[in-house]
């Protein structure tokens, strides 16, 4: 399967824990986004990356989150002391930079959180 | 802020019947506009775009969405749903001031189609 993945699928964790998901975006794609989801609501925008470079993060990210791109590949979205309120879809998605189909992002299945 | 407004959250329809998602948004420049769909279980696949020309575009399984400027509207049809048409459909906006390429999605409709 060449799509985007992302581990683990779903994470319970206790309030005030911290937890790491990661992402593997479509090999060669340079562009790599970070979107919440919550019940009843369509995905919010969290970061970007261009490459490993982190180039936007949307006011939503709080200090308590960080997220990595270290080598242009994988990513990783961290979050530390969780709250009951992190807890939603955690979606990763990719796409080229250039080419027809750049701005056409590619979805993973998402990081279910639950934090109790 | 750009925003995006999908003003059905909830359809029900049977097989063969019309469809119509409406969607409009608020950035006044130039955009690209995206339909996902997510079948239960799935995750977010694209429908369709429109980057710029022809003002209707075809997307897959005989979707279609056309793009009115005057409006700010881009809304989804369907001239004959199926049962496997199930899903939540997600209308989104890249604002032209973005080059990131962020997507901006409204709220999404869940559609049922009764067999």
């Known amino acids: 399967d060449t799509g985007v993945s992302q581990d683990p699928r779903h994470k319970i964790t206790k309030r005030g824990q911290n937890v790491t998901f990661r992402c593997d975006p479509i090999s060669e794609h340079n562009r790599l986004y970070w979107y919440r989801q919550t019940l009843g609501q369509g995905p919010e925008f969290l970061t970007y990356?261009?490459?490993?470079?982190?180039?936007?993060k949307s006011r939503l990210l709080s200090d308590r989150f960080s997220a990595e791109r270290p080598k242009g590949s994988f990513s990783t979205l961290e979050i530390q002391r969780t709250e009951q309120g992190d807890s939603a879809m955690y979606l990763c998605a990719s796409s080229p930079i250039s080419g027809r189909f750049s701005y056409e992002q590619y979805f993973g299945p998402g990081t279910r959180l639950t934090v109790t | 802020a750009q925003s995006v407004s999908q003003h059905n959250h909830h359809v029900i329809l049977s097989e063969a019947a019309s469809l119509e998602l409406g969607c409009n948004y608020s950035?006044?420049?130039?955009?690209?506009l995206f339909w996902y769909v997510q079948y239960p279980g799935q995750h977010l696949q694209l429908l369709l775009k429109y980057f710029s020309g022809d003002p209707l575009v075809k997307g897959i399984k005989g979707f279609e969405a056309e793009f009115i400027k005057s409006k700010f509207s881009f809304n989804l049809r369907k001239p004959s749903v199926q049962w496997s048409d199930t899903a939540e459909y997600f209308c989104a906006v890249i604002g032209g001031s973005s080059n990131t390429g962020k997507l901006i999605f409204g709220q999404g409709t869940t559609l049922q189609v009764k067999p």
């Open positions: 950035y006044g420049g130039t955009v690209n």
């Open positions: 990356f261009q490459n490993e470079a982190q180039l936007e």
